[in-house]
């Protein structure tokens, strides 16, 4: 009470904030200005923990209004092939967070049908490269913690 009368924000406040302006922003972006955020191009906007995990969201949860997913089988192959190679790019990034790699794990749950259908239908390989990615994840994760586990012993 006395910090709002004193001028004083707290820390969790402005990450709360914060959260919700990304959340906000990614919600509207399409394939193209993700792939444009994860590769740190959009000014004023840099890439955290939150917003890879929001990412994810996007694309594995359901649409409440439309019922849908973001993929749908009958998208084009163009559109598809972005949204693999966003995740692919997620999978290989240096802030991925345990949430986010859950959500890689339900995007390929969720999406094993188009997964399959797109590399039959194109003679690619996203079903191994997409498990290849989450296993690197996995890693990626482990290793930050391991790191962080180091830090506080020696810290």
């Not at 949430?99 to 049908?113: G, I, S």
């Not at 913690?145 to 810290?155: D, R, S, T």
């Amino acid at each position: 009470m006395f910090d709002n009368l004193f001028g004083k924000k707290s820390k969790v406040d402005d990450e709360v904030t914060i959260n919700a302006h990304i959340a906000e922003k990614i919600a509207h972006m399409n394939l193209t200005d993700m792939r444009a955020y994860l590769n740190n191009r959009i000014t004023g906007f840099d890439v955290c923990e939150f917003g890879l995990s929001e990412v994810m969201k996007k694309l594995t949860t359901e649409d409440e209004e439309s019922e849908q997913r973001y993929l749908k089988i009958d998208d084009m192959d163009t559109k598809i092939k972005k949204a693999f190679d966003i995740v692919l790019m997620i999978a290989v990034h240096k802030k991925i967070s345990v949430k986010t790699v859950e959500y890689m794990q339900e995007f390929l749950e969720v999406y094993r049908d188009i997964i399959e259908s797109f590399d039959t239908r194109n003679k690619q390989i996203y079903g191994s490269k997409l498990a290849d990615g989450l296993k690197m994840a996995i890693k990626g994760v482990n290793a930050r913690e391991e790191l962080k586990n180091k830090m506080q012993v020696l810290g």
